[in-house]
């Protein structure tokens, strides 16, 4: 059984919408390729980037934008290790205790990756310690 899309105006098997048991035929009416392509047109807005990171922040760190845009003034806009920016423009990572979920800072990619191996280097000492390896 086909549909057609309302966006690309194609023809599609019924698999290739969305079920919505409230529409006549339960399904969307745009299909599933067409909705992805609309969504990352979305998420290189402006809006949608910072819909995106807001959605983020939350779920990842129960963290708002705007305390985000605090602890960012609160650091001159810089990495709290090494003071710089990324590289990239993009920005930076929340850097957070992952026992605790504690939040000590914003980072630079750089330093947020060397943190990272620098834990799991100083877990394996502690572990090869406690196993007295």
Known sequence: ?????????????????????RLEDGHKGVCKVCVLVNVKKYQETEKGKRSLMRCSLKKHHNMTIEQYNQMLQDQDGVCKICGSVNPNGARLS???DHATGRIRGLLCITCNRKLAIFEQELFAELARNYLCI
Request: aromatic share 4%; proline share 4%.
């Open 94 to 96: 929340v850097d957070h």
């Open 1 to 21: 059984m086909g549909k057609i899309c309302k966006r690309c105006h194609k023809e599609k098997d019924i698999s290739c919408y969305t079920p919505d048991k």
